[in-house]
């Protein structure tokens, strides 16, 4: 398909590498009284010839999710994070700092006045520009880096987090790809788009968080002290070669797992309908929409679904009949397991709802259904 422009470096040669049909605005969610039927659109990744960028194919749906409850998982990530930015001397003291932040949640601000950094606001200049799972959101990627970039003080550190393609790739994690998230980064398409808005890419920290992330430090190319690739960074573009991320044969693997994930995880509900024992499920996470949509899975097979955002109570999971559900009413319906949809949640819920599993019931791993063992409990 050419008639796409790259978001990034405005090429217009690429392939679909995924396309998940018609999907339901993964961050709209009806009041569970709307009958429906929800409206849908095409759900689509391309992948960008010129730079190797994937990035969703188009985007009609409008920006509505309810602000969910920050996991405590991201929380640790970002502590983590930030101590090992200070230890290699990239948060001096008095720098000035901007932060791009995710409309899921979270900030690092707190972390970094601790550190005695001082935040700046609207367009001003900054020493330490932070983007964590920000710059996904931006339909114009070139336009993005590009305001990031201009921001940037001489000598000065851009660190971007990301959840890196190379990870959904090799974990199969289709469902990564959702409707307003605009772009999947390989360490080298960024590194690229970096270097086109005259940054370069000078290391980089790996992080278990969603199956894999890193988080890339950059400066401008000009600086006369400025060093890099390191050898983390080296390493990293080798690894996107070897797993071939930037090319389509490399990612086009990520189609071959819709299917047979998702008639796993309706397999065992399935099982477990027939055998008698209930099940709920647990995040009603954007990347659950297109699961239980792939799958058919609809109330009968799974009746709800517990989530501590209280913006998402009283709704129910787009595309489906769904209802999502307090943690507190886990305990009260005594499930046989409970599902987990997002699996850097297991050890939180574990230690926040110990009675689930007093009670008997055992958390199950959605993502590890069909890919191994997936029982928590």
């Not at 995924?18 to 009284?33: E, H, I, R, S, V």
């Not at 994070?81 to 409309?103: H, T």
């Not at 990870?167 to 390989?186: E, T």
């Not at 954007?286 to 209280?310: F, K, N, Q, T």
């Amino acid at each position: 398909m050419d008639s796409h422009e790259c978001r990034a470096c405005r090429a217009r040669t690429g392939e679909v590498v995924l396309d998940l049909g018609q999907q339901p605005a993964c961050d709209y969610f009806p009041k569970y009284d709307e009958p429906g039927p929800d409206p849908v659109y095409p759900l689509e990744m391309w992948l960008c010839s010129g730079c190797g960028l994937a990035q969703l194919l188009t985007d009609p749906t409008v920006p509505e999710e309810p602000r969910g409850a920050e996991p405590a998982a991201l929380v640790m990530q970002a502590a983590d994070a930030v101590a090992r930015v200070a230890a290699a001397g990239l948060l001096p003291a008095g720098a000035r700092v901007a932060e791009y932040g995710s409309p899921h949640g979270g900030s690092w601000l707190d972390l970094l006045t601790a550190r005695g950094l001082t935040p700046v606001a609207g367009a001003a200049e900054a020493d330490v520009i932070v983007d964590c799972f920000g710059l996904m959101h931006a339909a114009d990627q070139q336009e993005a880096i590009a305001e990031r970039a201009a921001r940037l003080a001489p000598g000065g550190t851009l660190l971007l987090q990301f959840h890196s393609l190379a990870a959904i790739v090799a974990q199969g994690q289709w469902n990564a790809l959702r409707h307003g998230h605009y772009a999947y980064y390989s360490t080298t398409a960024l590194s690229a788009m970096l270097a086109a808005a005259g940054l370069r890419t000078r290391t980089a920290w790996q992080f278990s968080l969603y199956g894999g992330t890193v988080l890339l430090a950059a400066g401008r190319a000009q600086d006369a002290d400025a060093t890099g690739p390191d050898e983390t960074v080296r390493s990293l573009l080798a690894a996107d070669v070897a797993a071939g991320v930037t090319k389509p044969d490399g990612v086009r693997g990520l189609q071959r797992e819709v299917t047979a994930r998702a008639s796993a995880v309706r397999a065992w509900l399935a099982a477990q309908r027939a055998a008698g024992n209930p099940v709920l499920g647990y995040a009603a996470a954007s990347r659950a929409v297109a699961l239980l949509r792939a799958g058919g899975i609809d109330s009968e097979l799974l009746p709800a679904i517990a989530d501590a955002s209280p913006g998402k109570l009283g709704l129910r999971m787009p595309g489906t009949d769904i209802p999502v559900i307090t943690p507190a009413e886990l305990a009260v319906r005594r499930p046989h397991a409970v599902l987990v949809f997002v699996s850097d949640l297991i050890p939180e819920v574990r230690k926040t709802y110990p009675e689930i599993e007093a009670a008997g019931a055992t958390w199950v791993d959605a993502d590890a259904l069909g890919a191994g063992a997936a029982t928590c409990g």
